[in-house]
């Protein structure tokens, strides 16, 4: 069983940053592909970004390309979204998410994903 716990939300201006975490417990992180996706009122979860297990390979949802960055550190058990120029349509919940897949390219989905967080609120304002 894996726990995770996202942190780092919270209100930030239109073209502004900021930094989400998501700490994992178990000694097992970095056998899993971990993913970022987010769910805005009235929408269905969307993929935001995900990494492979050594972090040498990344994928990106077309909305957030150029501006999101993921990264973890196997050594923390933490996966990271850097979010740059936010836009207000980026405001959502966001969810970090484990899974036991092993190719990258299969990580797009919610289905490929076997636990996830609570979720963070991100607010953007214009």
């Known amino acids: 069983q894996v726990q995770l716990v996202e942190s780092g939300g919270g209100w930030v201006q239109a073209g502004g940053s900021l930094r989400l975490s998501c700490a994992t417990s178990?000694?097992?992180?970095?056998?899993?592909?971990m993913g970022w996706f987010r769910q805005a009122p009235g929408k269905e979860r969307e993929f935001v970004a995900s990494?492979?297990?050594?972090?040498?390979?990344?994928l990106y949802g077309d909305s957030v390309k150029g501006r999101f960055t993921i990264s973890r550190d196997n050594a923390k058990n933490t996966v990271y979204l850097q979010m740059n120029s936010l836009k207000t349509e980026d405001t959502a919940v966001y969810y970090c998410?484990?899974?036991?897949?092993?190719?990258?390219?299969?990580?797009?989905?919610?289905?490929?994903?076997?636990?996830w967080g609570q979720g963070t609120q991100v607010t953007v304002s214009s």
């Open positions: 998410a484990a899974s036991r897949r092993s190719a990258v390219a299969d990580s797009t989905t919610l289905s490929a994903y076997d636990y």
């Open positions: 178990g000694r097992t992180f970095s056998t899993y592909i």
């Open positions: 990494i492979s297990r050594s972090g040498g390979r990344t």
